[in-house]
């Protein structure tokens, strides 16, 4: 079982940045590729990014390429969302998710989420 707690959003000036966080609990943070998804009201959940167990994979959505990174830090159980050069169209309620395999389609567990309002 992992319980993912995200962190880190707020209310940005379009072209501002926010840093995301999700913290993970136990000990085997390291074994879960990772991945953030958002949602934006009355849309579906789409994908934004995500990142191999050991960080050294990554890929994004082509609407965030460029501007958006995923990392992790493995000893503090954490993967954090940097947003750059943020856009309107990024406000969403922004997850963390975790999946046992890079190659695994669905994820297991989700977070609840923290709101990014990006304003024009």
């Known amino acids: 079982q992992v319980q993912l707690v995200e962190s880190g959003g707020g209310l940005v000036q379009a072209g501002g940045s926010l840093r995301l966080s999700c913290a993970a609990s136990g000990r085997t943070f390291s074994s879960y590729a990772m991945g953030w998804f958002r949602q934006a009201p009355g849309k579906e959940r789409e994908f934004v990014a995500a990142i191999s167990r050991s960080g050294y994979s990554t890929n994004y959505a082509d609407s965030v390429k460029g501007r958006f990174t995923i990392s992790r830090d493995n000893a503090k159980n954490t993967v954090y969302l940097q947003m750059n050069s943020l856009k309107p169209e990024d406000t969403a309620n922004y997850y963390c998710?975790?999946?046992?395999?890079?190659?695994?389609?669905?994820?297991?567990?989700w977070g609840q989420g923290t709101q990014v309002t990006v304003s024009s």
């Open positions: 998710a975790a999946k046992r395999l890079w190659s695994d389609y669905e994820y297991d567990y």
